[in-house]
């Protein structure tokens, strides 16, 4: 038990399915209050609240489409409206949307794929920073991505795109907010069992990556909560800002 996240607010986008579902669950282990969000995955996300609430956390379920700029900030005021405040805010919501090649990027795909991965986590990042400030202070977690690093594997070269603007501002909103006493940080997840690849990646391409990983396997979604409680506690994290941590599996060591 991490006692300092006991009683902690903290909303976490895109947790009703794969690694934010696996952290809001181990947010809720540790007696934090978790606004479990969702777009479609209403079912999904009950379950996740169910299981935080069986294992001693409190938890509400939010749902809204983060490709909205207003949808991020209802999330923020409601979980602030419905809990209290807000301590810990993980932009974890995001996605691929489809592998393709650079030859077939339209407009339409490029605003997509920017809107469900950049424009969302600042929104979001926006709204919470605001409550955070008046409050005294916070935790703001992104989710990046080891193909910030690399640039993606096959069609995947908008997404890692997205991520490297994720990476970079974790690092800009770090030096900004600090003032305010709210630290920024990030995770960067490597090759993960979980919904994402199972609808992007095939067979033979997971045990491609997995040749180039030396721990010679995929990791699983709750090997990347630790990270997240970790960065989210200012007892084990407090001089810590503007930093990502990569949970891969040996994969990319900076």
């Not at 009703?16 to 969702?38: E, L, M, P, Q, R």
């Not at 993606?152 to 070269?157: D, K, W």
């Not at 721990?215 to 407090?238: I, P, Q, V, Y």
């Amino acid at each position: 038990m991490i006692e300092d996240l006991k009683n902690k607010v903290v909303l976490i986008t895109g947790s009703s399915t794969g690694i934010g579902a696996a952290v809001a669950k181990a947010f809720g282990a540790n007696g934090a209050k978790v606004a479990v969000h969702y777009n479609s995955s209403k079912s999904e996300a009950e379950e996740v609240a169910s299981e935080i609430e069986a294992s001693g956390g409190q938890a509400i379920t939010l749902q809204g489409d983060v490709t909205d700029s207003d949808v991020c900030a209802r999330l923020v005021d409601d979980t602030v409206a419905r809990m209290g405040r807000i301590d810990v805010l993980v932009n974890n919501a995001g996605g691929l949307i489809k592998r393709i090649p650079i030859a077939e990027i339209s407009e339409d795909m490029f605003d997509r794929v920017v809107a469900l991965n950049q424009r969302s986590a600042l929104m979001c990042t926006r709204a919470a920073a605001g409550h955070m400030r008046n409050s005294g202070g916070g935790a703001i977690i992104n989710v990046t991505s080891i193909a910030a690093r690399h640039g993606g594997a096959t069609g995947a070269v908008l997404y890692a795109g997205t991520k490297g603007f994720i990476s970079t501002i974790t690092r800009g909103f770090a030096k900004e907010l600090v003032k305010d006493n709210i630290r920024v940080n990030a995770v960067s997840p490597g090759v993960i069992n979980t919904p994402f690849h199972e609808r992007f990646s095939t067979p033979e391409m997971l045990e491609g990556f997995k040749a180039t990983i030396p721990m010679n396997r995929l990791g699983e979604a709750d090997e990347c909560a630790g990270a997240f409680l970790f960065l989210a506690s200012e007892k084990m994290s407090g001089y810590i800002t503007g930093q990502i941590i990569e949970v891969n599996g040996g994969q990319y060591m900076p």
